[in-house]
Every structure is written in structure tokens, then in C-alpha cells.
């Protein structure tokens, strides 16, 4: 998502480069420029309008930097302004100091409310929590099984109301606020220290959905109401957005469905218009397919400044601990780095994920987005196939491989001699590499780095 957008916002800036002093005249057509990008990415016409004239106040005010040139300072300037807009810090989820704490989903039907409540239970139990989800959308047929399958995947229970699990008179009313109501006590009951209350929504806002939400929120009396809402619904959002915070006054917002080519517009423009945090983003169907958001890094990641603190996340979370160890005990016990340590960083780089996605979060200045449409993850399959077919011995000494051993290689792999050449010459920048580095004591690094 935001791909135009980004390209839009960093080709603009890229004519005030070089720029010693901005005229009024650069400000304005730069201005203008932002504008149209905004606009054309579906972002509501008021929050564009703040949000340019915001940049135009401050590229022309006193704010002079001596640590950036223009240019610098105006990215600086649409950098803070998208984190404002974004919704500023990262908001956490707000804890009841006395458990359990009650979290509510409201949205319209279809937004990705019932498979929110799964992952979000999922992450939560990840961090100790004990949740249990409660099951309110008697509306929608299927809803209560849906999230009973993702409360089973999540592996966390759901209170549901159906008969022999909930009580008589709810399962005869089918009320959903008395579903609620019991789903907390249950939890209190049953010492779970979070509640997700999953409610129905309709397909569009409809006056008896919205008072239903408005009565559980009132019965429940929640710590968290999340509005979820689909970033690929364009300008509708922001009517949406306003509905619902006008019925049931949502804490917090959850961007759903941004794996899709949404053009960001929702993303940009509902905390903007309702004054509440986006606190959640939605990337697939899957449970795991869920991120928190941060304002800060959503920003730079929209201005190509890549995406730092995301990516060591991502790369701590599948680092392999001992991989890494054997490697540091190499370079203390000075032993050379072989192709089969070549080949293992390899691997570890590809465990880290797509290697795309891991490629569009770094700054644009390395490679470009052609450049990554272009990129094929099976040249490490093809790397991988060379190494595989040489020797023990040929992998532990690789200066043996000369002219023959080559050509036996590309055979055996599959592959044009260029390509074991190649492959080769790649291994050896990445040993020099290495020794450089444990020469300075430093800690291994990955090799490659032109992937
Ligand atoms: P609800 O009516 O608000 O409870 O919506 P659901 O949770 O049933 O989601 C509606 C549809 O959207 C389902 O087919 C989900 O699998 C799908 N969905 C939900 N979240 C996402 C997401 O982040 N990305 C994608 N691609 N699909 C999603």
C-alpha cells in the first residue's frame, strides 16, 4: 500500500535537491504537488487541505535548521505533519488496573472484526494475557462460528450464546447485550484478565446497529472500544469513521485489509477527522497477519526512509540464536568462513521472510522499487543449488575450484558457468568482508549484500 503515494511525495522532493534557499515560488509548487498526491491517494479533502497548509506555514516560518538544507527540512516538515495525522505516539492498548480489561470491535460488517478478535487474541496470549472472546454478532449468519473456529486456532476460548453453554433466557432472546454482559462476568468469573467482544455490524451505518452498539458499549462500560474498518473502502471512510464515533465513541482505530493496493487514503484520514489513534493494522487473513501500528514508522515507510525499527523486529523475531553463536565463536576462534557458512546466511536471510517485503522497508536510496519488481528470490535457490553440488572439501577450500571443478559444478546444478563465476566472486567479497570484520572485532554481518 502507499506505493503511488510514496513515489509521488519522493519525486517531488527530489526537485528541491541540491537547492541552497527556497523561494516562496519552490514552497508553493512543492506544496501543490503534495496536494494532488494526497488527493489522488483517496486522502479526505479536509484532512489535505490541514495538512498542506500546515506544510506551507512551517517550510516558510522561522523553523531553520542548521543540521539539514531545504530540501531536508521540508521532508522533515511532511514527515512530522504524516505522524500527526497518523495519530503521534504509538498508542498501547489501555490496561484496566482491576482485570479484566473489556475490549470492544464495532465497524460494518465485512470490515474484519471477527478475524481481528482472533489475532488479537492470539498476540495478547503471546504476551501472557489470557483472553477470552465473547461472541455478540447474532446478526451476521456464521459469525459466531467463524470466531469460534479462529478462538480454537488462536487457542482461546469463546463465550458463545448457544444453548447448553450460555444461559436459558439468552439463548431464547438471542440479545446480544445480555450476551455481552454475561460474557464479562463469565471472564471475571473465570479469571481471564482481557475480554474481546466481537458485535455485528450491517453493510452500511444503519440507526438499529448503531443503538445496539451504543447499548452493549453502555452495559459493558469497556476500556477499549476498536473501531475496525476496511482501508480499501477510499472516501467512504471517513463518513463511516465519523458515524460510528458519533455512536458509540471508539477509543481506537484498527486499519484492516492493508495487504490489499488500498491507496492509504482511510489510513491518512480517520484519525485525522475523528481525533482517535490508529492502534492496529490488519495485513491478511491469516491470525498472524497483524501488526501494531506506529505512526512514526508508517511515516518514514510512506516517505521511502525505510523502515528501520520494523525490520530489526522482523530479524530478531526469526534470528537464529545458535546460527549466530557458531558464527561469533568462528570469528573469535579466527577460523575462515566457508561456503557452507555462506550458504547458512543465506538461508537465515531467507527465514527472515520475503525477502521483498524485507527489501521495500529499506531506504529507497539502495534499491529501487524497479529494481525490487525485478528481483527474483530464486537466484538463493540457485545459489544454494551450486553450493550443494561441490564437495565437502570444495565447500571448506573453496580456492580449489578451478576451471573443471567449475564446469562440473554448473552441471550438476544446473546452471551456466557464468553463474558459478559469479557466485564465486560474490562468496569471496563476502569472506573479505568477513575478515575485515573480525579484524575489528566486529560481529558478523550478512554477506551478499547486493541480493
Ligand atoms: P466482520 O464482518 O467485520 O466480522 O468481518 P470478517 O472478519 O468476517 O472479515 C470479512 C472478510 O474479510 C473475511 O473473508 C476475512 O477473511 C477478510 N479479511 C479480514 N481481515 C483481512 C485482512 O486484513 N486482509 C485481507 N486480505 N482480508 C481480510
Request: aromatic letters at 4%; one cysteine or more.
Amino acid at each position: 500500500m502507499f506505493n503511488s503515494l510514496s513515489d509521488r511525495l519522493t519525486a517531488t522532493f527530489k526537485n528541491l535537491r541540491g537547492k541552497g534557499r527556497l523561494t516562496e515560488a519552490d514552497v508553493d509548487g512543492t506544496v501543490r504537488e503534495i496536494r494532488r498526491a494526497l488527493l489522488d491517494a483517496d486522502v479526505a479533502v479536509p484532512v489535505v487541505r490541514e495538512f498542506t497548509a500546515h506544510v506551507k506555514e512551517r517550510a516558510l516560518g522561522e523553523e531553520v535548521s542548521q543540521a539539514l538544507n531545504p530540501g531536508q527540512q521540508v521532508v522533515k516538515i511532511v514527515n512530522d505533519e504524516l505522524v500527526r495525522i497518523l495519530g503521534g505516539e504509538t498508542r498501547r492498548i489501555n490496561l484496566a488496573k482491576n482485570p479484566p480489561t473489556v475490549i470492544m470491535l464495532a465497524g460494518l460488517q465485512g470490515a474484519g472484526k471477527t478475524t481481528l478478535a482472533g489475532k488479537l487474541a492470539k498476540w495478547l496470549k503471546g504476551q501472557g494475557h489470557t483472553p477470552l472472546l465473547v461472541a455478540c454478532d447474532l446478526q451476521r449468519p456464521n459469525a459466531v462460528k467463524q470466531l469460534q473456529v479462529n478462538g480454537e486456532r488462536a487457542g482461546v476460548p469463546v463465550y458463545a450464546p448457544h444453548p447448553g453453554v450460555s444461559s436459558e433466557f439468552e439463548a431464547s432472546t438471542g440479545d446480544p447485550v445480555v450476551v455481552a454482559r454475561n460474557g464479562v462476568s463469565e471472564a471475571r468469573q473465570k479469571q481471564h484478565d482481557i475480554v474481546i467482544v466481537d458485535t455485528a455490524g450491517r453493510l452500511g451505518v444503519d440507526a438499529e446497529m448503531m443503538q445496539q452498539a451504543a447499548d452493549i458499549r453502555a452495559a459493558i462500560n469497556p476500556h477499549e472500544v476498536l473501531f475496525v474498518i476496511d482501508a480499501m473502502i477510499g472516501q467512504d471512510a471517513v463518513n463511516t469513521a465519523q458515524a460510528f464515533n458519533d455512536g458509540v465513541n471508539f477509543t481506537g482505530v484498527v486499519l484492516s485489509k492493508l495487504d490489499g493496493d488500498a491507496r492509504g487514503g482511510a489510513a491518512l484520514s480517520v484519525a485525522s477527522v475523528t481525533g482517535k489513534p490508529v492502534m492496529f493494522a490488519s495485513t491478511g487473513e491469516g491470525l498472524d497477519d497483524f501488526e501494531v501500528f506506529h505512526p512514526d514508522r508508517m511515516a518514514s515507510r510512506i516517505l521511502d526512509m525505510g523502515d528501520i525499527l520494523t525490520l530489526i523486529e522482523q530479524a530478531e523475531k526469526s534470528w537464529d540464536k545458535d546460527e549466530a553463536e557458531r558464527m561469533a565463536k568462528k570469528f573469535v576462534d579466527q577460523e575462515d568462513f566457508t561456503l557452507e557458512d555462506f550458504l547458512a546466511q543465506m538461508q537465515q536471510i531467507r527465514k527472515m521472510g520475503s525477502l521483498k517485503k524485507m527489501l521495500t522497508m529499506m531506504p529507497g536510496a539502495q534499491v529501487s522499487r524497479q529494481q525490487l519488481e525485478q528481483f527474483d528470490e530464486r537466484q538463493i535457490d540457485r545459489i544454494e543449488a551450486i553450493v550443494r553440488s561441490m564437495t565437502p572439501h570444495e565447500r571448506r577450500v573453496p580456492k580449489i575450484i578451478n576451471g573443471s571443478r567449475r564446469a562440473r559444478i554448473a552441471k550438476g546444478s544446473g546452471v551456466h558457468v557464468s553463474e558459478v563465476n559469479a557466485m564465486l566472486e560474490r562468496f569471496t567479497e563476502a569472506q573479505k568482508m568477513m575478515k575485515r570484520m573480525a579484524a575489528g572485532g566486529g560481529m558478523p554481518g550478512m554477506p551478499g549484500g547486493r541480493a
